[in-house]
């Protein structure tokens, strides 16, 4: 009897997944669907091409990066023989050193040579032409540049002036005051002292006392020398400390006459 009640429940089970197979559109339950919102399928061959990262083309590099790319390997390759000469200095490692680094220094003298052969090649890239360090050639630039300082100085007269800011217990405002009343005898340039205690010097008896300048130059040391322009107010500071007469002249006319970097 209980082996007829199973055969019995057998084939009620059996008939039950074959009539959930017709209800079904597809013939087994086992089988991946990805249509079926319970079915967890591999990604297709296609859609797993497309969610891996792909691989970028390697750029060509340019002749530049190369260069600078066999230029630092060359210099690494030296250095590595320099460690290893230092930390085992056998005569095998230190000639190995030795012979790289003198081929490095070639590389290098070849270059220089190079380089000079260019320059006297291109008279507009020769930087000796603006500052030469011949000492003929110094003489003449120095010549010339001291016409042309004197010449600024005797035309600047007429429109600026030298404000001479100072303290009357200052020994460099005392060592500095003959020189600039020297040049303003020489270049006939006003020069405007101007007291931050209210005393005087020798040269400078009555000068005049501070009335806010010193504040909006920002002074911190004395002596300053600053160079004002009477007619639009501007003011060009010069310096601080001893200065000599060819130092202040020389930066009038820098200061003046000429743009930055003009002269380097």
């Not at 100072?166 to 405002?173: A, E, G, L, T, V």
């Not at 020489?186 to 005049?208: H, K, M």
Request: glycine share 4%; charged share 25%.
């Amino acid at each position: 009897m209980p082996m007829r009640r199973l055969l019995a429940l057998l084939a009620v089970l059996l008939c039950s997944s074959a009539q959930a197979r017709e209800a079904l559109d597809y013939p087994s339950s086992w089988q991946c669907d990805e249509a079926r919102f319970h079915w967890y399928c591999d990604l297709a061959e296609e859609e797993a091409a497309e969610a891996s990262p792909k691989k970028t083309p390697d750029r060509a590099e340019s002749e530049g990066e190369r260069a600078v790319d066999a230029l630092k390997k060359l210099r690494e390759e030296v250095e590595q023989k320099r460690a290893i000469a230092i930390l085992k200095p056998t005569s095998e490692n230190l000639k190995t050193y030795i012979v790289a680094q003198e081929a490095l220094m070639d590389r290098a003298s070849l270059f220089s040579d190079v380089w000079r052969r260019v320059v006297w090649a291109n008279p507009e890239i020769n930087y000796q032409l603006r500052n030469p360090s011949n000492n003929a050639a110094i003489q003449v630039r120095d010549s010339q540049r001291n016409r042309r300082e004197t010449d600024t100085m005797a035309a600047l007269a007429k429109e600026w002036g030298l404000f001479f800011i100072f303290r009357s217990d200052c020994p460099y405002c005392h060592r500095l005051a003959p020189t600039l009343k020297l040049l303003s005898e020489q270049y006939g340039i006003t020069v405007f002292p101007v007291s931050l205690d209210g005393g005087g010097l020798p040269d400078y008896p009555r000068p005049a006392k501070d009335n806010g300048m010193a504040g909006a130059l920002g002074v911190s040391v004395v002596p300053l020398v600053v160079l004002g322009n009477v007619k639009d107010r501007r003011l060009l500071p010069i310096g601080s400390g001893v200065l000599s007469a060819q130092e202040i002249v020389e930066r009038i006319y820098i200061l003046t006459q000429t743009k930055p970097g003009e002269l380097y």
